[in-house]
């Protein structure tokens, strides 16, 4: 869905392209390396495992990764943060990420916890409360979990997203809302 949101912000759609398939990273990634496709859609943390094995494939073939700017002042860009603040921003891949000759400006995403509204808030509270106490533990399994923070996770209360009272009220006890 991501990747349809990004072509339709470009001025794209899917019948611009002579075919097009559904595919996991990994699957993406072969299917790239062994020249059955052309490019691909991602979107992950960093650093992505399948994409840091296409790019060291890529290399032992003499070849290297080339991934699309989305410079701020792009169109997709300025498309994303307005329809959706407070979930996209501006952002780069480093260069050593991928092995890429330039760092790349790109689209980034927060992370969310997605959950029915009809969650119990001691349940909200709880996941909240673990994830928060837990972040070396987070960051150490996920590195792309670098960002996650107090002052992070309630940058958008009030915004375009509802937050659960139960990871609301989590903060408040945390310090970071009144």
């Known amino acids: 869905m991501e990747a ?18 559904r595919l996991g990273a990994q699957e993406s990634a072969s299917a790239l390396s062994e020249g059955n496709i052309d490019a691909f859609f991602w ?12 790019a060291a494939t890529l290399a032992r073939k003499g070849d290297r990764i080339q991934l699309v700017p989305l410079p701020p002042q792009s169109t997709p860009v300025q498309v994303f943060q307005r329809r959706f603040p407070g979930v ?11 092995g890429t000759r ?54 958008f209360v009030g ?7 139960g990871a609301l009220r989590y903060f408040r006890e945390a310090g970071a809302l009144k």
């Open 102 to 155: 330039n760092d790349t400006p790109t689209l980034s995403f927060w992370n969310f916890f997605i959950c029915p509204a009809s969650l119990p808030e001691e349940a909200a509270y709880a996941l909240t409360k673990a994830t928060f106490e837990n972040l070396e533990a987070l960051r150490q399994a996920v590195p792309a979990a670098r960002n996650t923070t107090l002052e992070n996770a309630v940058r």
């Open 43 to 54: 979107s992950g943390g960093l650093p992505t495992g399948a994409i840091v094995e296409l």
């Open 159 to 165: 915004g375009a997203i509802p937050y659960h009272e």
């Open 4 to 21: 349809l949101l990004v072509l339709e912000a470009a001025g794209l759609s899917p019948k611009d392209f002579a075919k097009q398939e």
């Open 88 to 98: 996209s921003a501006p952002g780069v891949i480093p260069k050593e990420v991928y």
